[in-house]
């Protein structure tokens, strides 16, 4: 069965973008951490230079994921990927089919109907591989929709003070999680949370899945 994993960079005190909605501090890490390149791929590929430990975390992600959902200001924000996400066909949750799209040999879709209909859509195009989620707005529907089976936290060394939070707007808390794997890496910590149903306040992964 597929995994459903949230996947975000975050400061040590829990933002991922500044007070003007910034988020250079949080994901310089994957651009000056290191001198191992890795390429992203897809239609508007990208080079990250990272430390040795943090490629080799992202080469095992990576290659466990099938698909992706986001929200719309992800999708703003990189232009479309291009086209083609990196990480195989994106799922956009949106009020709006933005114009111009879709768009011919384009692996983007976009889902108006919320969050389970994306979740859905992305399982059914991954196979037995991962499906990844990004976006804090994204992330905490999928949370409090019990969508999610693992999160994924790249924990960059700063402090922001404030800005937007990962974990706000919550429902279910307190819910515990399962042991992390760790990865230490420079200028980032990669943690990796198993979420466990029975002991958490959102609803059922099994349960709240669309068939």
């Not at 000056?32 to 430390?51: K, N, Q």
Request: with cysteine; glycine share 12%; aromatic share 8%.
């Amino acid at each position: 069965m597929s995994k459903v994993i949230a996947i975000m960079s975050m400061s040590l005190d829990g933002y991922v973008a500044d007070r003007d909605d910034g988020v250079s501090e949080v994901f310089d890490w994957y651009f000056t951490s290191g001198d191992v390149e890795f390429e992203t791929g897809g239609s508007d590929p990208m080079t990250f230079r990272v430390s040795a430990p943090s490629a080799e975390h992202l080469r095992g992600l990576t290659a466990g994921l099938g698909a992706m959902v986001t929200g719309r200001r992800t999708f703003d924000v990189a232009e479309g990927w291009g086209g083609n996400h990196a990480w195989g066909p994106a799922f956009v949750l949106t009020h709006r089919i933005p114009a111009g799209w879709p768009r011919p040999n384009s692996t983007v879709h976009f889902v108006t109907d919320g969050v389970e209909s994306a979740v859905k859509q992305a399982k059914a195009a991954v196979g037995d591989k991962s499906v990844g989620v990004h976006g804090a707005d994204t992330i905490q529907q999928c949370l409090n929709a019990g969508l999610i089976d693992e999160l994924q936290v790249d924990l960059a060394a700063v402090l922001l003070g404030s800005g937007i939070r990962l974990f706000d707007h919550l429902v279910g808390t307190p819910a515990v999680l399962g042991n992390p794997k760790v990865i230490a890496g420079i200028g980032v910590t990669h943690l990796r949370y198993p979420l466990i149903p029975s002991r958490r306040g959102w609803p059922s992964t099994r349960a709240a899945s669309p068939r």
